[in-house]
Nanobody, 123 residues
């Protein structure tokens, strides 16, 4: 059974940092492209970051580029999102998702999602 379990969210002050973790089971993480997606209250899902199966290509949304870094540990079958210089507008539920189809560098279709981890940025 494929499972994705996120953790690492929490409440942080503006300018702070968090590292999100997504542990995969039931499949080999390194064989798939993976994304982080977030959803703020009252808004639709927003793509955040992509890493390809080889780890050589990484893309970021305009709102997080330069502040967030996606990475993966194949030995631990785990995906990460390091988030620095956090802003109140980064407040959202963050999901990791397995990519089914790459429509474009900013548009994807998914076949599995985690349950999400809440990030709240507030003073």
């Amino acid at each position: 059974e494929v499972q994705l379990v996120e953790s690492g969210g929490g409440m942080v002050q503006p300018g702070g940092s968090l590292r999100l973790t997504c542990v995969a089971s039931g499949f080999t993480l390194g064989a798939y492209d993976m994304n982080w997606v977030r959803q703020a209250p009252g808004k639709g899902p927003e793509w955040v970051s992509f890493i390809d199966s080889g780890g050589g290509r990484r893309f970021y949304g305009d709102s997080v580029r330069g502040r967030f870094t996606i990475s993966r540990d194949k030995a631990k079958n785990t995906l990460y999102l390091q988030m620095n210089s956090l802003k109140p507008e980064d407040t959202a539920l963050y999901y990791c998702a397995r990519v089914k189809v790459v429509v474009s560098p900013t548009e994807y279709e998914y076949d599995y999602w985690g349950q999400g981890t809440q990030v709240t940025v507030s003073s």
